[in-house]
């Protein structure tokens, strides 16, 4: 890709990727739905042109950010969306030669996992040193959520918005890391699908089905679930948020170990069993159970291989 086709390229990730993060200004609620996928152009972008046309993008959406919407917009767009895509697309074109041959490069998953542990981390941190303010943390949330509301959804009242906010507050952090990383992984899932095998993409596309979360990180989301039912107060409600977000990378997990099963179908089974999975948002946990329960047997059977056995 020549310097031109690399700087259009960043031009017009860099717009895709603030349309979609000022959706919600601009449509309200409905625009919610649109902030996920703004990481998606950025690291088309990224895998595609590579790590300078990553940054020109990343840098060029800030700044449209901040000529739209002030500093502070700026802000929160270069921590929460540009900053995560330049060092997401940095590891993904990190590899490491192979004693028997090849690369190894980096996979999603991996980077993802990263991902979360950070945010988990943050918010526990952070919420942590905010007790100090009245409500403490939640406190904080309910707060920024009030004027939130009042600039994406103005139509509401003051009385309909602090009744929302206390419906939110309790797990909108968490939610809210979630959503993004779930908006990173279809950033991801998005740039190999478009740029496929060929020569458009900088690194080899990895399989859905090699994108398997480990059972030490289900362990810590298992442990920050039975925080949130066994801990009160504050530490419950950080555990809860924590969770979440630990959540996102196992939805994924489970989604690959489905598609390994799925892909098995015909096509018409395949198409039903995606609809319905869509459909019933539910299922997903089971999903989740089902896939920690098929590494734990898999477990199981390696350590049976490892046991000598008696002759």
Request: a positive charge.
């Amino acid at each position: 890709m020549g310097a031109l086709g690399g700087a259009i390229l960043a031009v017009g990730a860099g717009i895709a990727t603030l349309a979609k993060w000022s959706a919600p200004r601009a449509l309200g609620f409905a625009g919610v739905a649109a902030m996920p996928a703004a990481a998606v152009p950025l690291v088309i972008a990224g895998l595609g042109g590579g790590l300078f046309v990553a940054a020109l993008a990343a840098d060029g959406a800030t700044a449209l950010a901040a000529a739209a919407s002030g500093t502070q917009s700026a802000i929160v767009f270069a921590l929460l969306v540009a900053l995560p895509v330049w060092v997401c697309c940095r590891l993904l074109l990190q590899s490491q030669p192979r004693v028997s041959g090849g690369s190894s490069w980096t996979r999603p998953m991996k980077v993802l996992l990263w991902f979360a542990a950070i945010a988990a981390s943050l918010i526990a941190g952070i919420g942590s040193m905010l007790t100090a303010g009245p409500g403490g943390p939640q406190g904080v949330v309910h707060s920024f959520l009030d004027a939130w509301l009042g600039t994406v959804a103005p139509y509401l009242g003051a009385y309909r918005r602090t009744e929302l906010a206390d419906l939110l507050a309790p797990w909108f952090a968490g939610a809210a890391g979630a959503g993004l990383l779930l908006g990173l992984a279809l950033a991801m899932l998005a740039a190999f699908a478009v740029l496929g095998p060929g020569a458009a993409a900088r690194r080899p596309t990895p399989t859905l089905a090699d994108q398997r979360a480990p059972l030490l990180f289900a362990a810590a989301a298992v442990a920050a679930g039975l925080a949130t039912v066994v801990v009160p107060g504050l530490w419950g409600f950080l555990a809860q948020n924590a969770f979440l977000v630990l959540l996102a990378p196992l939805a994924v997990s489970a989604i690959a170990a489905l598609h390994g099963q799925i892909a098995t179908l015909s096509l018409a089974r395949r198409l039903a069993a995606w609809a319905v999975l869509i459909c019933v948002p539910a299922l997903l946990a089971v999903a989740i159970v089902f896939d920690i329960g098929e590494q734990l047997l898999a477990l199981r059977r390696a350590l049976s291989a490892r046991r000598p056995r008696e002759v």
